[in-house]
């Protein structure tokens, strides 16, 4: 049975940092992209960063450009989202998803992803 495990969210302070890990099990982590997005209330869901199976290559959405960064440890089938400089408009429940194959031109679009945890709240107060 595929599952995702997220984890990590809390309430921070603006300017503060938060690590969010996403551990997985049921299938063979490093075939995977792995996702994570954000859902504020209100809003669509929406792509934050994703780190892809074949090369390691990392995306991110421009609203988090140079303030999260997203790493894979395979041995561990985690992926981690490092949150610096936190906002509040950065707060959302967030969550992890995975793909076996996707356009990585794509990787945001939440449709692309087949497995998904069950999500761990962020809260930035100002």
């Known amino acids: 049975e595929v599952q995702l495990q997220a984890s990590g969210g809390g309430l921070v302070q603006a300017g503060g940092s938060l690590t969010l890990s996403c551990t997985a099990s049921g299938f063979t982590f490093g075939d995977y992209t792995i996702g994570w997005f954000r859902q504020a209330p209100g809003k669509e869901r929406e792509g934050v960063s994703a780190i892809s199976s074949g090369d390691g290559s990392t995306y991110y959405a421009d609203s988090v450009k140079g303030r999260f960064t997203i790493a894979s440890d395979n041995a561990k089938n985690t992926v981690y989202l490092q949150m610096n400089s936190l906002k509040p408009e950065d707060t959302a429940v967030y969550y992890c998803?995975?793909?076996?194959?996707?356009?990585?031109?794509?990787?945001?679009?939440?449709?692309?992803?087949?497995?998904w945890g069950q999500g761990t709240q962020v809260t930035v107060s100002s």
């Open positions: 998803a995975a793909a076996p194959t996707i356009l990585l031109r794509l990787w945001m679009r939440p449709a692309g992803y087949a497995y």
